[in-house]
């Protein structure tokens, strides 16, 4: 069995009131895209030959990956700015005291907080490429990764979606590489009428700004209205996404599915996976370039050491990715557990380690980037395994509420007069590599009941 053939454990979803059922019963053609392209519904059924698929994905592969690829690495790179600034002596010509560094960190999550649930319905409505534009050029940031999840839902099998998502996850470790040389580039500004500090907000601010504009005007919607695809190309792309069960995209809301994600388990274990792994990454994100520096470390030297930590994200994601796509019914549960492991060993060896002992230190610091291998796979895990456009808004929904709200802790985890060894930040970071492991230990467990439910329905139905 080819490796895009295997079966998943990971989708274990298949409800009767899908959006997929409004295709197949033709009962609800209002507000679905997809119908709309179809004048004989019976062509959904068409076989598609493998050959034109194939050179259908590299297609896609072309032009919708790299949009997301890049968009990624620009929006991240956003984030980070905070911490380069930073250590290039924001801190002190803005006079933040006490804990106002950390609320620095935290408070752009508040607004994504706030905006997030009627955001993803808007993206119900409107076209989720021109919302995507507009909030990357107005520095919103606000549903950019959920609208990265709808896109490769709109366009990729289930099987497909998992690579696809590390393709554009590795950009966070390109992001850190390139960030880091960015950073290091601007700093060595001398003489300017600005802080190097400052220059680092213009200079990316500037690169966001010109690229929502370029995704605003280029990034297609769907197949529906993909120029650069053939009308039979459009049916294609259209009938192999059908056996996901997620849809394309339809602007009707519908409040049984609404109540289906607040109800089911799943919805609650990713939001569970998304607190503990965000705690980490608001932790990261903001005082990572101050932990590596209170190494001892220079400034510009510290924005330097963020390549190789770049360099590791890009290597554990895609091995993981690859991983799960090998093992039997691609565990991926297990896989992003496996990866979360030298992520827990690197923080115990920041914590045990003495402060002299600086290289063996930055040596723990870099294993911490192997837990990014676990957020992008599960967020795979919520493309497959969600159906219905509804159900899929609320879940991506509510996991990005807790994407935020780890991101609003993290920061105050790193306490100022600890500084610069932080070490409640350490073990706050410690703990929550803990509970991701639970938690993932115990999704694992659920989706394994939920399949063996699935295949005991299937075969008492079979000798029915």
């Known amino acids: 069995m080819a490796?895009?053939?295997?079966?998943?454990?990971?989708?274990?979803?298949?409800?009767?009131?899908?959006?997929?059922?409004?295709?197949?019963?033709?009962?609800?053609?209002?507000?679905?895209?997809?119908?709309?392209?179809?004048?004989?519904?019976?062509?959904?059924?068409?076989?598609?030959?493998?050959?034109?698929?194939?050179?259908?994905?590299?297609?896609?592969?072309?032009?919708?990956?790299p949009f997301i690829c890049i968009t990624y690495l620009i929006t991240y790179i956003d984030k980070a700015t905070l911490g380069y600034a930073a250590i290039f002596g924001m801190t002190k010509d803005a006079h933040l005291v006490g804990t106002q560094y950390s609320w620095l960190g935290s408070i752009f999550y508040f607004r994504y907080l706030f905006f997030e649930y009627p955001t993803s319905f808007a993206m119900q409505k409107v076209s989720?490429?021109?919302?995507?534009?507009?909030?990357?050029?107005?520095?919103?940031?606000?549903c950019m990764a959920l609208a990265y999840l709808l896109i490769t839902a709109m366009w990729y099998t289930v099987e497909e979606q998992p690579i696809r998502v590390g393709y554009w996850s590795t950009f966070l470790g390109l992001a850190n590489s390139f960030g880091g040389l960015l950073a290091y580039g601007i700093g060595n500004i001398k003489g300017g009428a600005l802080d190097s500090w400052r220059y680092q907000f213009i200079v990316i601010g500037s690169f966001s700004a010109a690229w929502g504009i370029i995704v605003f005007l280029f990034l297609a919607e769907n197949p529906a209205s993909a120029r650069f695809l053939s009308d039979d190309?459009?049916?294609?792309?259209?009938?192999?996404?059908?056996e996901n069960q997620t849809g394309i995209k339809n602007t009707t809301f519908k409040k049984y599915q609404l109540i289906e994600a607040l109800l089911d388990p799943k919805t609650w274990f990713l939001f569970?996976?998304?607190l503990s792994t965000q705690v980490v990454n608001g932790s990261v994100s903001?005082?990572?370039?101050?932990?590596?520096?209170?190494?001892?470390?220079?400034?510009?030297?510290?924005?330097l050491l963020q390549i190789p930590y770049g360099a590791i994200i890009i290597f554990a994601v895609l091995s993981a990715m690859y991983l799960q796509r090998w093992l039997p019914g691609?565990?991926?549960?297990?896989?992003?557990?496996?990866?979360?492991?030298?992520?827990?060993?690197?923080?115990?060896?920041?914590?045990?380690?003495?402060a002299s002992s600086k290289h063996a230190r930055l040596a723990c610091y870099y294993l911490t980037a192997f837990y990014t291998?676990?957020?992008?796979?599960?967020?795979?895990?919520?493309?497959?395994?969600?159906?219905?456009?509804?159900?899929?808004?609320?879940?991506?929904?509510i996991f990005f509420i807790s994407y935020c709200a780890g991101n609003i802790i993290g920061p105050f985890a790193f306490k100022p007069a600890e500084a610069p060894v932080y070490r409640s930040g350490i073990i706050a970071i410690l703990v929550a590599y803990c509970v991701e492991i639970v938690v993932l230990v115990g999704f694992a467990g659920y989706l394994?009941?939920?399949?063996?439910?699935?295949?005991?329905?299937?075969?008492?139905?079979h000798y029915l």
């Open 128 to 142: 989720v490429a021109k919302w995507l534009g507009v909030n990357i050029f107005l520095w919103g940031g606000i």
């Open 330 to 354: 691609q565990k991926r549960c297990i896989v992003a557990g496996l990866y979360v492991l030298p992520a827990l060993a690197g923080v115990a060896g920041i914590t045990a380690l003495p």
């Open 233 to 242: 190309e459009k049916k294609m792309a259209v009938e192999r996404v059908r």
């Open 272 to 274: 569970f996976f998304g």
């Open 286 to 303: 903001n005082f990572g370039t101050l932990t590596i520096k209170g190494f001892g470390y220079s400034s510009l030297v510290t924005t």
């Open 3 to 65: 490796a895009q053939d295997k079966p998943t454990d990971a989708h274990v979803e298949n409800t009767s009131r899908s959006d997929l059922d409004d295709i197949q019963n033709l009962k609800n053609v209002d507000g679905d895209v997809a119908l709309k392209m179809f004048d004989d519904y019976s062509a959904l059924n068409s076989h598609i030959d493998p050959k034109a698929e194939r050179r259908l994905v590299r297609k896609l592969d072309m032009y919708i990956i």
């Open 448 to 461: 394994r009941m939920l399949n063996g439910r699935k295949e005991r329905d299937e075969t008492k139905s």
């Open 373 to 397: 291998a676990s957020f992008a796979i599960c967020m795979s895990l919520i493309t497959a395994n969600t159906c219905g456009s509804t159900k899929r808004t609320t879940v991506n929904a």
